[in-house]
Structures are given as C-alpha cells and as structure tokens.
C-alpha cells in the first residue's frame, strides 16, 4: 500500500519517462530497521539525470511529501522514508476492524471462475502423502482463489478407472475374502493387487485374466460393475474420514470412469482435426515439433488411457464451468503428462487450453527416500492424523489440563500441524516427512501459530476487551513492527494466489506472530492507562492470525 502511494508521489517529481510500476519495483525495504521503512535507491536515475544519485538522493527528499511520510533522509545514493507512524497505525487498525475477516480481501479475481483438480486418490489404493499435498495445497490455493474474488468449483476427480481396475477384479475373484474386504477394504485390496502383480510374473495367463475382466468392466458387465462400485463405495467411505478430520470438502466428485461413455467423442474430434496418427499400432497425437513424446490416446488393444481421460475431462469441464482457470494441483511427476494434455488441447483449437495450468509439487520423503506404496511401506495418512491428534492431546494435557473440550483441541492442532509442515514449503520442492518437527509448539510450525493466537485470545479476555470501545489513536514504535506486519496482509494474500504459493501465506503468518512474541515480551499489555489500545493492537493480530490460518485450512482454537 505505502509502496504504491510512494511510487506515484516519486513519479509525479520524476516525470512520465519514469512509469509508476518501475518505480514501485525498485522501492525497497533497507535491512536495519533505523534506516527508515522504505529506501528508494537513484543509481538507475544517474544516466538520466546526467549527475550523481547522492544529488539525486537530495533532491528528491526535499521534495517527497505525502500524510504517510514523517520525515525522509538522503543517505548516499538513496533516499531514504520514515513513514508516519501515528497516521498508518490509526488507518491500519481502523480497516481490520471494520472489515473483520473481509481483511485482505481483493477484487482483482472480479467473479471469474477457477478450478481445481485436486486431491484425486485411487480407489482401491492407500490415501497417500502426495494426495494429502494435492488436497491441502488445492484447498489452500481455492481458499485464497475466494478471498482475491473468484468464484471457485474443487473437483476431486477420483481414479476409479484403468486397467488396473481388471487386475484386481481378477486378484478378488481369485483369492478374494469377501468377509476380509468389507472390514478393511483398503488394505486387503490393496494385498490383491500386490498378490496379482507377484504371480502374474510367474503366470502369463493371469494378465490375460486381468485384461479380460477390465473388458467386462468397459462393456458394463454386470458383476464386473457391482464388484467396482462396492469397491469404490467401501473407499469413499474411508477417504471420507480423512477428508472430515482435515475439514476439506468438494464441490464435485466426478471421477475418471465418469468419461467412460464420453471419450469416444473426443476420438472422434481428434480424428476430424486430423491428429491422430497411428504408431506402433497405438493412436497418438505425435507432438514432434514441441520436442515432446506422443501423446498416447489409444492402446494398441483399442482401450483408451490415462491422457484420453484428462482430455474429455477438460472439455466436458469446460462446457459445464466456461472456466477462466483451471488448476491442476498434481506432483510434479505428472508434468509431462499435463504439458501433452495442453498441447493436444491447444491443437483442437480451445482459446482456453492457455488456461489450463499443472500446479506441481514435489515429493514427500522419508529420511531423504521417496515413500513407496508397494509392499507395506507406506505410513498411512489417517495413521498420521490421528498419531497427531494424539500427540497434541498429550502435550495439552500437560499444558492446560483443565481444558473443557480437549480431544477438539487436540483435532485443531494436530491436523492444523501436519497442513502446515505441508504448505510452509514451497511446493515445488521435495518435502521431508517428520511428525517430531510438525508438532513442536516452537519453531515454523501451526501449533506454534495456534497457540500464540490463543494467548492473545486469553489476553482479550482478561482485560475484558470490549470492540465498540476500540481505540485507534495512538502510536508506539514497540508496536510498529506489529502494525507493519499486519498492514502487509492484503499484498500476502494476492501475492500468495497470482503465484500459486500458499507458503508465501504461511511464512508470512510466521512473521506476524514473531512480530507480535516480540511485542508481547517487551510490553505490558494491560497497563492501566493504556490496555485499550494495546489490546486494540491484540484484537487486530486475532483477527489476522485467524484469517490467514482459515486460508490455509488451518483453525485456531481460542484456548490451547
Ligand atoms: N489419480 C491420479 C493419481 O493418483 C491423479 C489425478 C490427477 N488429476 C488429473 N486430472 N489427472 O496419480
């Protein structure tokens, strides 16, 4: 904000051949605090200017004027800005309070529709660690999406279909249990389609078998079909656990075998725009020129894959939502796959393949590995939820035992741990595994932010802070750290959303509750004279945390 109203003042003594955004962009924070709050450096203006950037420097900070402005300093080649303390503590104040949760709000995303393919776990599978990543970084992404004002449709595009669909109808009929299957559904299947690949290295005939039952599936075989929807119904059931545990919900389930009947039509198009071609024996959409490998549309065996799908579920998506963008939160081991399904769109002739974006993400690995899904390997998600849960029950009962509604408590923190650790990284990267660091109330993590929220909470109360009686009025230089950092939430979240990076969002709250630790350690808050304001200041930096945790998907209980 400041920055904006610097870069116009600047513009305005510097002249139209210095655009407002270049000017903007260079104003910069200087690294020691008593050097001002903004520094605008001139050595690009020197050529221009045909003199010195310290003459510069001077020149300017006679001239720089504005209500936010205390005073400003040339210092060398910079000029450096003191901004009016009083002034922008009192505006700052006054626009949390009256815009509560709306704080931060932006308009620039003026109604326009986004999607997100995210979460999208495989029946029949093992939730797994790159699945939480896809839901949490897709809610926080549509979260954020809504607060910059898009409007904004979740799809969890389930993989309910494939081949590998009749392999395990061919594992269950052989050796399945149906007792076995409806008390852990997830698991037994998961040990039959294990069974089948190791067998089926020794016996040929079983991958005919498994080719054979995925036909029955494609051709609405009625026992193929009752034996996948109990499958698909039995797994829903247990994602749905995880999804309530994290608070996450869908506004779509449309999964891959919903394009079943669909992608023969989108065959066809690719037929009419003279795409396809045959290699190998296979249909692909060859995507030389791209520096690319085909996109692979047909087996040989007729059956239609992975990408066909994503297609027909792009243009069906398409008709149902005219989306703006749409948001494919999925590993970055699907990267090519997502470049192909741009592409191929691109040469239908969509405008609107241009809107179509992979946001990937890395890895979650466990002591630098990656964490396999074969051979019972796997930690599984909801284990990790609820060892979680558990551990932050304990440390509360430690904490606070006299706390009312703990196992409530417990969900809060320790769900709100594991979301954190996840989005504090930058997504791209590979992300390591410890519920050790998750969990401690030190460091970068939720409980840390949760419970720095809840004193202030607990400070509200007892000094019976009252709203209608706020008081903005004041200034105090050991708030103005906290004032700065609650001012710059509004640039966060839209920073955060045009990047796709809810870790700028979850840095930043880190950020906030230093600010405010270091203000809380060094101030009495409910001085006589002066718990009004100061309280003021807590009930903003409520506000804010709750706010910015609520994006990422994180609550924060008022006592802990
Ligand atoms: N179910 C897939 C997997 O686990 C992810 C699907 C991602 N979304 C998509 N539209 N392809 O690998």
Redesign the pocket.
């Known amino acids: 904000m400041e920055k904006k109203i610097l870069a116009l003042q600047l513009t305005h003594i510097l002249g139209e051949d210095f655009p407002r955004d270049w000017v903007e962009g260079l104003l910069e924070v200087p690294k020691q605090p008593q050097l001002g709050d903004l520094a605008f450096p001139c050595f690009q203006l020197a050529k221009s200017f045909q003199t010195s950037p310290a003459i510069i420097a001077k020149d300017l900070a006679a001239k720089l004027k504005h209500d936010i402005i205390a005073h400003v300093e040339p210092a060398g080649g910079y000029v450096n800005i003191f901004l009016n303390q009083r002034f922008i503590t009192q505006h700052t104040l006054k626009e949390i309070l009256s815009e509560q949760q709306s704080f931060g709000n932006q308009t620039f995303g003026n109604g326009q529709t986004v999607l997100l393919?995210m979460s999208?776990?495989?029946i029949a599978k093992p939730f797994s660690m790159?699945?939480l990543r896809s839901t949490v970084i897709g809610n926080a992404l549509a979260n954020l999406a809504e607060k910059c004002g898009y409007q904004t449709v979740k799809i969890n595009?389930l993989?309910d279909y494939g081949t590998q669909f009749g392999k395990l109808l061919a594992a269950y009929k052989l050796w399945g249990d149906e007792e076995k299957v409806r008390e852990n559904t997830i698991e037994e299947l998961t040990k039959l389609y294990v069974t089948f690949h190791e067998q089926a290295q020794q016996d040929e005939s079983l991958v005919d078998e498994g080719r054979e039952w995925f036909k029955k599936l494609e051709n609405q075989d009625e026992e193929a079909i009752a034996l996948w929807q109990w499958f698909k119904d039995e797994s829903l059931e247990a994602f749905d656990t995880i999804y309530e545990l994290l608070g996450i919900t869908f506004d779509s389930m449309r999964g891959e075998a919903y394009y079943t009947d669909k992608m023969e039509a989108t065959v066809h198009l690719l037929n009419e725009r003279n795409l396809l071609q045959t290699s190998e024996g296979a249909q692909v959409v060859k995507l030389e020129e791209e520096n690319l490998p085909p996109c692979l549309i047909k087996k040989s065996n007729g059956t239609t894959i992975?990408a066909t799908r994503?297609l027909t579920?792009a243009i069906d998506r398409y008709n149902t939502y005219q989306f703006d963008e749409a948001l494919?939160v999925?590993g970055n081991e699907?990267s090519l796959h997502f470049q192909q399904i741009k592409l191929v769109l691109d040469k239908l002739g969509f405008e609107w393949a241009k809107d179509v974006k992979h946001i990937g993400f890395g890895m979650m690995l466990q002591s630098g590995k990656k964490m396999s899904t074969r051979q019972g390997k796997t930690i599984l998600l909801e284990d990790v939820l609820h060892e979680a849960i558990n551990t932050a029950e304990t440390s509360i009962h430690e904490k606070n035992p006299t706390l009312q509604n703990k196992r409530e408590v417990a969900r809060q923190v320790g769900v709100g741990a594991v979301i954190f650790h996840d989005l504090k990284h930058d997504r791209r990267n590979d992300v390591e595994f410890s519920l050790q660091d998750m969990l401690t109330f030190e460091g970068d993590t939720a409980p840390y932010l949760q419970y720095a929220y809840a004193r202030a909470f607990s400070l509200l109360r007892k000094g019976e802070f009252d709203r209608s009686q706020a008081d903005i009025d004041w200034h105090d230089s050991q708030a103005w750290p906290v004032i700065k950092q609650l001012r710059a939430f509004p640039e966060v979240i839209a920073q955060a959303y045009t990047r796709y990076d809810p870790s700028k969002l979850a840095r930043y709250l880190l950020d906030v509750a230093q600010a405010f630790n270091t203000y809380y350690a060094h101030t009495r808050i409910l001085d006589k004279e002066q718990a009004t304001a100061r309280l003021t200041l807590v009930y903003s930096f409520t506000i804010v945390m709750k706010e910015g945790l609520s994006v990422l998907g994180i609550q924060a209980p008022s006592e802990m």
């Open positions: 393919d999208a776990p495989n790159g699945h595009y993989g992975y994503d579920a494919y999925v699907q």
